[in-house]
């Protein structure tokens, strides 16, 4: 069996499809040539670096915020 069927096998088809996506877009990052705007643009994966920090940021954010505004199940019987 090949090493692609038993990935595919073990992930499941959509995680597979989405992990050649990201593989295919990582290697792109060496082809072309981004002019950005700071000097932190231009480090090599910055994008994904700065996408995945901001997701986590995001994440422990609505989680503080479900803290302050949760309310008990019983609120509006009061």
Do not use: A, E
């Given at each position: 069996m090949s090493i692609?069927?038993?990935?595919?096998k073990s992930?499941?088809?959509p995680n597979s499809i989405a992990l050649l996506i990201c593989?295919?877009?990582l290697l792109l990052e060496f082809a072309g040539?981004?002019?950005g705007e700071t000097k932190y643009e231009d480090f090599i994966f910055f994008p994904a670096f700065f996408g995945f920090i901001s997701c986590i940021v995001i994440f422990?954010?609505?989680?503080a915020l479900r803290s302050v505004f949760m309310r008990d199940e019983d609120?509006?019987?009061?």
């Open positions: 692609f069927k038993r990935f595919v992930f499941g088809i593989i295919i877009l040539d981004r002019h422990k954010v609505g989680v609120y509006y019987d009061k």
